[in-house]
């Protein structure tokens, strides 16, 4: 952007008042007999990082992007109270023999930087940032500190009586309450780092809890074994459950509120050889509903899927493996569909996301609410589209083909692991192959790939092998924009940040019936869609990496070469 209002900019990015902006803006350069706003007026910038980072060089202070978090220690903030520290936009970073370098977004606050001479009893040395990251840096610093579970690895054992940790934990006595903050800073924890999945595994000297993160489990700490008990009992106290079974599987639900966000997460226990296994699966209610074009579908796929969408009655299908996004996209097409003229409703299990206008009923099976039961009661609820969570049984198939072919829309999934597996999946279940030719129109199947992080992804010239693996030629490769992971403070160096969906959608069409009604296998239906005109997974995952939306590695974990 040229010739930017160099005020606006540094009013946002800086947390400097607009009477100390206009003072610094109005200060001659060192090298230029021009103002520092005019030098600054007559240069091109595209972020307001460059902006504030400018301006430093013209005032001869230093400039940081990339804060390394990690690399703080959280030490220097144990006297020093967030409110303060937010409120100053400081954040001391590094403790130094001479000087003490400090993070700011106002480095003409004089009377922070005096506070914290004061404090350290040494030079300060201001490093500027913008008022985003340092408030980014405060918070994990913060965080760091007051919930870091690598420190409650050193918990004394002997301060426990765990000979009877239920009543101990029931009670909530006093030395109770290390487990109680450590379960606390554990859910606190997994929600800040977006994890989906929580594992609590017990060993035999030994426990482990992980976190799944864009799908990639990792070890986050090890409890004392000697808190097993006292562990499971509390989470399986927040849940309602039963703390004194231990030999059945038992599932239940903590609804939290962290950071003004509604958090619902579900447990399931299983009895294994070293004590219960706990899995927490976390669902953040105030998410926004993306849509369908949010979700990573080629431009083909979408405009397929629209044509489907907008039909008054058959079924659409979502196929995948557990975790693929198949309620995402469920979602997502039913908040395209939901318009004031048309009643849906849906049966799920559980109601991950409340849309405002639908009606969601959740299934339990205690009662006899199941899908079918939900689906048979729909009927006469004279709806116009309809959504079933899952397609598990020949019951809940034959009402869902009976509900598409008197008129209804209807929206479901399925466990397999292309599109064209659908079809022998529900003659399996017992479905007429007549019927099934009849009422699908269309079946997407999807898988997740993690996302490249922009602020640090890099070119990448692919090997021989890997070209054979894109099915591309160099030529093809060098004028795309292939890139590898490479990790920054900004992704946790992980590389990564996020993931976006690979697709397949088969449409159903006179051929495709025809094959399904002699009972034709799903390599048979795959071929024709593939003659029809249909991209495979591989051929979307490749288009990404050519884009450098992804990676050769997440092309080839999570597709395989049709030999």
Avoid: W
Avoid at 221 to 236: C, D, E, G, V
Avoid at 277 to 298: A, K
Avoid at 422 to 445: K, Q, Y
């Amino acid at each position: 952007m040229a010739t930017v209002d160099v005020l606006t900019i540094l009013s946002k990015a800086t947390s400097l008042s607009q009477d100390q902006l206009r003072s610094v803006l109005a200060n001659p350069s060192v090298v230029r007999p021009v103002t520092v706003g005019e030098a600054l007026n007559q240069k091109e910038f595209s972020t307001a990082d460059e902006v504030v980072s400018d301006l430093c060089k013209e005032l001869g202070l230093d400039f940081i992007r990339d804060i390394p978090v990690a690399d703080i220690n959280a030490d220097l903030i144990r006297d020093i109270p967030i409110n303060y520290a937010k409120q100053q936009q400081v954040l001391p970073y590094k403790d130094e023999p001479d000087q003490l370098i400090a993070l700011t977004s106002n480095p003409v606050n004089l009377k922070a930087l005096d506070d914290l001479k004061v404090l350290f009893g040494k030079k300060v040395r201001p490093l500027v940032t913008t008022v985003i990251r340092i408030q980014d840096a405060i918070n994990k610093v913060y965080e760091k500190s007051t919930a870091n579970l690598s420190g409650l690895d050193e918990i004394d054992e002997e301060d426990y009586d765990l000979d009877d940790p239920i009543v101990d934990l029931l009670e909530a006595g006093e030395d109770d309450a290390p487990v109680i903050k450590m379960v606390n800073s554990l859910l606190f924890r997994a929600v800040k780092e977006k994890a989906s999945d929580i594992h609590i595994e017990p060993y035999e000297k030994d426990m482990v809890v992980r976190f799944r993160t864009d799908g990639v489990l990792m070890d986050v700490f090890k409890p004392p074994k000697k808190l097993q008990n006292a562990i499971t009992s509390r989470i399986k106290v927040m849940a309602n459950l039963n703390i004194a079974e231990k030999r059945l599987p038992q599932d239940g639900r903590i609804p939290l509120k962290v950071g003004g966000k509604d958090i619902d997460i579900r447990l399931s226990t299983v009895p294994a050889a070293y004590g219960e296994r706990l899995v927490m699966r976390i669902q953040d209610r105030s998410t926004v509903i993306l849509e369908l074009e949010q979700l990573g579908f080629s431009k083909e796929n979408l405009d397929r899927l629209d044509d489907l969408l907008s039909r008054n009655d058959g079924i659409m299908l979502v196929t995948g493996p557990t975790g693929s996004g198949k309620s995402t996209t469920l979602y997502g097409a039913l908040t395209k569909l939901n318009k004031p003229d048309v009643n849906i409703l849906t049966v799920e299990d559980p109601v991950e996301q409340r849309i405002h206008g639908i009606g969601q009923v959740q299934t339990n099976s205690k009662i006899g609410l199941t899908f079918a039961a939900g689906l048979r009661s729909f009927l006469r609820q004279d709806p116009d589209i309809i959504m079933v969570g899952e397609i598990r049984d020949l019951e809940t198939a034959e009402l869902a083909i009976q509900a598409s072919l008197t008129g209804h829309l209807v929206l479901s999934t399925l466990h397999t692991n292309d599109s064209a597996g659908a079809f022998p999946r529900l003659i399996d279940f017992g479905v007429e192959p007549f019927l099934i030719a009849t009422s699908v129109m269309g079946v997407i199947a999807q898988r997740l790939v993690r996302v490249l992080c922009p602020h640090c992804k890099a070119p990448y010239e692919p090997s021989d092998f890997e070209l054979s693996l894109l099915g591309v030629t160099r030529e093809v490769a060098k004028a795309s924009h292939i890139c590898k992971a490479m990790g920054c403070s900004e992704c946790g160096q992980k590389g990564y940040s996020g993931r976006t969906t690979i697709s397949e959608l088969m449409v159903v069409t006179d051929d495709i019936r025809s094959l399904i009604m002699q009972r034709k296998d799903g390599a048979t239906l795959k071929k024709q869609a593939l003659a029809n005109g249909m991209k495979t997974f591989r051929d979307h995952g490749i288009a990404k990496v050519l884009a450098g939306v992804t990676t050769i590695e997440q092309l080839t974990t999570n597709t395989q070469l049709d030999l």
